[in-house]
């Protein structure tokens, strides 16, 4: 027997299956959708089997060294899912469907050490990643003296948690009577069949050489089970009541599960008009047919709020993938969902991957949001995997939002998507929408960061006993580092980008590559004491307010208060019980929230995200004002928000304020069409980046020059020109933008590009559709 196998290695000249043996051994066993272990070159890699087939025309091939897997990692349809990938985002296939796979089931490689010379027996048998950087530069040079021999092999990370079942064998074999632990678990053994080594272990106060040495002499027997983790076993099941749903939110569910075939529905609802009842009621109505549910949220929404709704409503049949589990609980998760013991999955981008075999619904909740896009190859968007895997298990797609992206508005106009609209909030009104001008609070010489209504108001819920969500708009809450002599500012040593400045660890990072220095006592360049930070961070902001209020409790919220695991959610839980009076954080505050309690949300800086050179400038900020002015008023008391600008009169705020998309829209769409963006055309970007400044730009032109070869009145070619990020991790970058009305026009311009580019030095990346223009 054969096998096609894609090998991992993201190579033009390696992208496609190549045949392997399947040894006897196998033979019944291999199937397309495992994952291998195969010899490539003098390496050893991961192995994707995709086809089995008798025979080969090759003389000689060789044989797969391991099996990985005991049913397939891939279903069918997703090694369908994955030439899919690669056809449409231009990867690899190996790109691909490594994309696909959880975290847990990736591989590493690593050497084994063979000893040759019996005086390095010492490193016989170890891997060589487990030494200290000096002793593999060591064994390196023994490996070039034929002193040892390095084997690559591949590793598994997969760490599922296993105990340890233990039973009794024979309870006549004679112990010592020092051997008092032994004897008290041999006791404990029999008076029951068996334990597991997690109860005794503590309720005994055991040690696994005690269990080692009872095993040896035959006493009992060890069994090494696995078991699954429930990282949401804390969650509480409170008693579900399903919820009556509106008129509108029935007319919405009734038509998503009505539509035997596949059509995509936008379901447009404002901030609390209960989208999420509409979610959980079609998909229980999916469910109720024998079918499966995947709901997609914003990695950034992946509040416990969301979780314990669906955990409330749904229970054990519901798998939950984020990037806060570990490993091992990203295992368990994806191992549940495989062998068919959950019908609902909720996660981020990648949850759109999981290996369901009878999907229902695949519904998209706040559709708008960026990480949908993913930014590294395969650079897809996740509303477009939507759609192929609905039309292949024949379902509805549902995004829902209540600030769509242009885009899929647009389509929804043409008839494209039907159209779900809920107009009203659950019993209440949107909240009345202040605008403040800042420009006034400046001449009225209020040079802090809060206006006075803003104070006043926060002061009032304080006193009422209410809350307040105060949203710094990121853009302008970050601190470099400058030099008042002689106006150095530092930057990253690899990336030409400030870097940043972080109070509580008194550090600098760059946010691009990583790089991290401790905060320079002199100027680097002149030797000046006068080095300080500028800019005005989130800890600054919050020292500020907490000297106008000082009676607040404040709760921040941004990236150094919650990096470590679970910080996220304590904090939220603090702020839920009433622990702080204040929410103050970054855009991740934004969405997703909701606390009856708060009834003020502040937005700090809302035009800071306007000055952006981006087309999508007006429209992101738009989202931002209309989502976070959604957090107030949610409970029974009536919200408000206050939001402060240098532009009061400037389009996306003046709409904002009247909670109309309509109106924002059909000017944006003007916009956009005079400035030949997207909705209106389809773009591709071209990266060129190489170690020499010269070598990038060489390249860009000769892209660009090939490009312009196919331009018309439809296709227009803009560049080479240098990326906003002209440097990063040490390579130099260059862009090229292509414009067409059509999406497959500006595809096969850039496959044609690439397929002439192969095996060389200079990197070149292309993304349909981009997001982020760096
Ligand atoms: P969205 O997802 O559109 O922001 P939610 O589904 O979170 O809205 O609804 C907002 C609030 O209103 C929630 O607390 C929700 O429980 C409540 N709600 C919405 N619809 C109903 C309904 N039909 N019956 C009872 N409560 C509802
Ligand atoms: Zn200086
Ligand atoms: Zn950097």
Wanted: glycine share 6%; hydrophobic share 40%.
């Amino acid at each position: 027997m054969i096998a096609e196998v894609i090998v991992d290695v993201a190579a033009a000249t390696v992208d496609r299956p190549f045949d392997y043996e399947v040894p006897d051994l196998w033979r019944d066993l291999v199937v397309p959708g495992m994952r291998v272990e195969v010899p490539f070159g003098p390496r050893a890699l991961l192995g994707i089997v995709v086809a089995v087939k008798d025979e080969t025309d090759l003389a000689r091939i060789k044989p797969i060294v391991r099996v990985l897997d005991e049913t397939p990692t891939y279903t069918e349809e997703l090694l369908q899912l994955s030439s899919y990938l690669s056809e449409t985002t231009l990867c690899y296939q190996a790109t691909a469907l490594l994309a696909m796979l959880p975290a847990a089931l990736k591989v590493s490689y690593d050497k084994l050490i063979l000893a040759e010379n019996p005086r390095l027996i010492h490193w016989n048998q170890k891997k060589i990643s487990q030494f200290p950087s000096e002793v593999q530069q060591q064994i390196l040079v023994a490996a070039q003296n034929g002193d040892i021999r390095l084997q690559p092999i591949v590793k598994e990370k997969k760490t599922s948690k296993t105990d340890k079942r233990i039973r009794l064998l024979d309870s006549t074999i004679e112990l010592s009577k020092q051997a008092t632990k032994q004897i008290l678990l041999r006791e404990y053994l029999m008076a029951r069949p068996e334990v597991l080594w997690s109860e005794v272990m503590h309720e005994l106060d055991l040690t696994v050489s005690i269990l080692n040495s009872l095993e040896k002499k035959g006493v009992i027997t060890v069994e090494t089970i696995d078991v699954n983790r429930n990282p949401y076993e804390h969650l509480v099941q409170d008693i579900f009541v399903p919820s009556t749903l509106t008129t509108h939110q029935q007319d919405a569910v009734d038509a998503i599960t009505a539509s035997e075939e596949t059509s995509t529905f936008l379901l447009h609802g404002v901030t609390g008009s209960g989208k999420t009842e509409v979610y959980l009621e079609s998909i229980h109505t999916m469910l109720q047919r024998g079918r499966q549910a995947i709901l997609l949220v914003p990695e950034i929404s992946l509040t416990p709020m969301m979780v314990k709704r669906f955990k409330r409503r749904f229970g054990d049949r519901v798998a939950v993938l984020h990037s806060g589990l570990s490993l091992g609980e990203k295992y368990d998760e994806w191992r549940k969902i495989s062998h068919g013991e959950v019908d609902v999955v909720v996660g981020a981008r990648s949850a759109i991957f999981a290996p369901l075999t009878n999907i229902g619904v695949i519904i998209l909740d706040e559709e708008h949001e960026t990480t949908y896009k993913q930014e590294e190859n395969p650079r897809y968007h996740t509303r477009d995997v939507a759609t192929w895997r609905a039309a292949y298990h024949k379902c509805p797609v549902v995004l829902g939002s209540a600030t769509p992206i242009l885009e899929t508005y647009a389509r929804s106009q043409k008839g494209v998507y039907r159209y779900l609209p809920l107009k009203e909030r659950f019993g209440g009104e949107l909240p009345p929408v202040e605008i403040i001008d800042m420009r006034k609070e400046l001449e009225r010489s209020n040079r802090t960061p809060f206006s006075l209504p803003l104070v006043e108001g926060i002061k009032q819920r304080i006193e009422r006993g209410e809350q307040t969500v105060l949203l710094l708009n990121r853009r302008g809450y970050t601190t470099f580092v400058l030099c008042r002599d002689c106006g150095e500012t530092l930057q990253c040593p690899h990336c030409a980008v400030n870097l940043t400045y972080h109070q509580h660890q008194d550090c600098l990072k760059c946010h691009y590559c990583g790089f991290e220095a401790a905060m320079p006592k002199t100027c680097p360049s002149c030797e000046s004491k006068k080095i300080r930070q500028f800019g005005t961070g989130t800890q600054k902001i919050e020292e500020e307010l907490a000297h106008l209020i000082p009676e607040a409790k404040i709760i921040r919220m941004d990236q150094d208060t919650t990096s470590r695991k679970g910080a996220h959610e304590k904090l939220l839980n603090a702020f839920e019980r009433g622990e702080g009076n204040i929410l103050l954080g970054t855009q991740m505050i934004a969405k997703g929230l909701d606390f009856p309690n708060v009834t003020l949300v502040g937005v700090i800086a809302a035009d800071a995200t306007l000055g952006i050179p981006d087309f999508r400038a007006s429209e992101r900020t738009f989202q931002l004002i209309t989502q976070v002015s959604g957090r107030a008023g949610r409970g029974a008391l009536a919200g408000q928000s206050i939001i402060q600008t240098y532009n009061p009169d400037h389009y996306v705020i003046q709409t904002a304020k009247r909670h109309d998309y309509e109106a924002f829209y059909q000017r944006e769409m003007q916009l956009r069409k005079l400035g030949g963006h997207p909705p209106f055309w389809f773009l591709g970007l071209v990266t060129i980046s190489a170690a020499h400044p010269l070598e990038a730009q060489a390249e860009a032109e000769a892209i660009a020059g090939e490009l312009r070869h196919l331009e018309s009145d439809d296709l227009i070619v803009n560049g080479p020109l240098e990326a906003p990020l002209a440097r990063l991790k040490n390579m130099y970058r260059y862009q090229v933008i292509l414009k067409h009305k059509g999406q497959e026009e500006v595809r096969e311009a850039l496959r044609a590009m690439l397929a002439l580019r192969i095996k060389q030095k200079v990197q070149v990346t292309v993304d349909l559709n981009p997001f982020v223009f760096m």
